[in-house]
């Protein structure tokens, strides 16, 4: 069993739906979790980052996270074509950021 | 803030060369740098660790005699492909962890990537 799984997708939304990306894991270990985007072709940027429970919001865009249930989700809002990407969800243990265990990332599509 | 660079984009060359890929943290001193390998639809799969002034720690399965890494400073990277091979066509990605003093948020920054193919 992989220690994040996150399903790989495609996911495919009209433009202005509300999307929702979401990683399970394994290790309770785990306190810090973060959510990349990453165009064709191109390297991850950081999009949100969290640690421990609770959520964050940015602009369009809501981390939640649920260590009780081991589940992370990323939620956009009023979704746009440009948004069409791969979402990778990351995790590392408390203060161990050498080491990212990642999700094998969600192809989203937004459709004008 | 936190950017980084590699250079090139992409490279293509011949079977038994040798490639150098750099990587630069641009506006931040890395207190580590990682290098990353990733096939097409999938997710990352780390190749080495490394800091500046010391040895680069690989993950299991992965050469260094062929995938060679130099951490000069606390701003640059180098991973050299030496004796290329079609198989090592794939597309690299390099991330760079803030030093401690640099403030800002403690995770990793990835580079733009590399793509890499071998005739």
């Known amino acids: 069993q992989k220690e994040v799984e996150q399903d790989p997708g495609p996911l495919s939304v009209p433009e202005g739906a509300i999307v929702s990306l979401n990683c399970t894991y394994s290790n309770s270990a785990f306190q810090y979790f973060m959510w990349y985007r990453q165009y064709s072709r191109k390297g991850p940027e950081l999009l949100m980052y969290?640690?421990?429970?609770g959520n964050k919001e940015d602009g369009r865009f809501t981390a939640q996270v649920d260590k009780s249930s081991k589940y992370i989700s990323l939620f956009i809002r009023d979704s746009q074509p440009s948004d069409s990407a791969t979402y990778l969800c990351a995790m590392s243990a408390s203060g161990n950021f050498n080491k990212f265990y990642f999700g094998s990332g969600t192809k989203l599509n937004v459709k004008p | 803030g936190a950017v980084v660079s590699q250079h090139p984009s992409w490279v293509i060359c011949k079977s038994g060369t040798s490639v150098k890929i750099e990587c630069r943290s641009l506006?931040?001193?890395?207190?580590?740098m990682f290098w990353y390998r990733q096939f097409p639809k999938q997710s990352l799969m780390l190749m080495a660790t490394?800091?500046?002034?010391?040895?680069?720690?690989?993950e299991q399965g992965v050469e260094k005699d062929k995938f060679l890494i130099n951490h000069a400073s606390l701003t640059l990277s180098t991973l050299t492909v030496t004796s290329a091979h079609p198989e090592d066509s794939s597309f690299y990605i390099c991330s760079a962890r803030p030093h401690i003093l640099a403030g800002g948020t403690d995770t990793q920054y990835f580079g733009p990537g590399t793509r890499l193919t071998v005739l």
């Open positions: 490394s800091n500046e002034g010391s040895k680069a720690t690989y």
């Open positions: 969290t640690y421990s429970s």
């Open positions: 506006d931040f001193q890395a207190t580590t």
